[in-house]
T-cell receptor
Framework: DADVTQTPRNRITKTGKRIMLECSQTKGHDRMYWYRQDPGLGLRLIYYSFDVKDINKGEISDGYSVSRQAQAKFSLSLESAIPNQTALYFC????????????????FGPGTRLTVL | GIQVEQSPPDLILQEGANSTLRCNFSDSVNNLQWFHQNPWGQLINLFYIPSGTKQNGRLSATTVATERYSLLYISSSQTTDSGVYFCAVGRGANSKLTFGKGITLSVRP
């Protein structure tokens, strides 16, 4: 089984609809992230959470909200979807590492392809 | 914020050739990672390498933190190496990653 899962994998919705993307992980990591990827722009950070009670905005948080329901679950919501939110969305997790030293290697889910019409 | 530039933007290789991918960054960092995005979209972490050199099979990476660049070497390339390679950097104890725009590699059989 995959360590980081995202649901749904594909979603088509209409302008103005509310939509939630879900992420679950079995890696036991404290840190979770949401990114969006647009062609030619790389990945940009939307929100991140370093533990259940910690939520932080990334560089492009406008129009999005998140919920950290548990250590293993981190959801991204689009309250009122618009066409320029059409993108590939990734969830990622990381941990500082247990073998000594600071690593914070990030592990990505398979992505959710969202289309807003 | 930190600026990350990757070069070249596109690279076409014949199977078996070697290549070097470059990542320049604008400020000091304590977190640098290389990722490979395969043609199906999956992102795989290749290296965590804020400084020094690491090797994993045909891939190796070197980061010269004082000169603010990192290099990813691919030797004896295979068609399965095709995809987009991203460099991402961060700084501080709770570092968020800033990604470059990626290098698209196509390996021809």
């Amino acid at each position: 089984d995959a360590d980081v899962t995202q649901t749904p994998r594909n979603r088509i919705t209409k302008t103005g609809k509310r939509i939630m993307l879900e992420c679950s992980q079995t890696k036991g990591h404290d840190r979770m992230y949401w990114y969006r990827q647009d062609p030619g722009l790389g990945l940009r950070l939307i929100y991140y959470s370093f533990d259940v009670k910690d939520i932080n905005k990334g560089e492009i948080s406008d129009g999005y909200s998140v919920s950290r329901q548990a250590q293993a679950k981190f959801s991204l919501s689009l309250e009122s979807a618009i066409p320029n939110q059409t993108a590939l969305y990734f969830c990622a997790t990381s941990d500082l590492g247990t073998s000594g030293g600071f690593t914070d290697t990030q592990y990505f889910g398979p992505g959710t392809r969202l289309t807003v019409l | 914020g930190i600026q990350v530039e990757q070069s070249p933007p596109d690279l076409i290789l014949q199977e078996g050739a070697n290549s070097t991918l470059r990542c320049n960054f604008s400020d000091s960092v304590n977190n640098l990672q290389w990722f490979h995005q395969n043609p199906w979209g999956q992102l795989i972490n290749l290296f965590y390498i804020p400084s020094g050199t690491k090797q994993n099979g045909r891939l190796s990476a070197t980061t010269v933190a004082t000169e603010r660049y990192s290099l990813l070497y691919i030797s004896s390339s295979q068609t399965t190496d095709s995809g987009v390679y991203f460099c991402a950097v961060g700084r501080g104890a709770n570092s968020k990653l800033t990604f470059g725009k990626g290098i698209t590699l196509s390996v021809r059989p």
